[in-house]
């Protein structure tokens, strides 16, 4: 059984730092790539970030390139996002999910979600 839990969110203030972690069953990371993607109230779904499992490139939308960065543990199975210097608009739900081994169309095609983890940044 596929299943990918969000883990990590929570409350920060302006300028402070939180990581989400998103840990994979039923697949490996060697599989699929794994993609953050948030959804702030209001708005729609938006791609945050990538990391191919071919061969660890990452990719970041702009809004967080410079802030945030992508890791994974294939030992744990666990793909981490860390995030620094947050802004209240990067207040939304974070959703992992798995995509294309080499994250080409992740922001397109989805293949399994995540629950999403609530992530609050406010002061």
């Known amino acids: 059984q596929v299943q990918l839990v969000e883990s990590g969110g929570g409350l920060v203030q302006p300028g402070g730092s939180l990581s989400v972690s998103c840990t994979v069953s039923?697949?490996?990371?060697?599989?699929?790539?794994i993609g953050w993607f948030r959804q702030a109230p209001g708005k729609e779904r938006e791609g945050v970030s990538c990391?191919?499992?071919?061969?660890?490139?990452?990719y970041y939308t702009n809004a967080v390139k410079g802030r945030f960065t992508i890791s994974g543990d294939n030992a744990k199975n666990t793909v981490y996002l860390q995030m620094n210097k947050m802004k209240p608009e990067d207040t939304a739900v974070y959703y992992c999910?798995?995509?294309?081994?080499?994250?080409?169309?992740?922001?397109?095609?989805?293949?399994?979600w995540g629950q999403g983890t609530q992530v609050t940044v406010s002061s």
């Open positions: 039923g697949f490996t990371l060697n599989s699929y790539a």
């Open positions: 999910a798995a995509v294309q081994p080499d994250c080409a169309g992740y922001l397109s095609e989805q293949y399994f």
């Open positions: 990391i191919s499992s071919t061969n660890g490139l990452t």
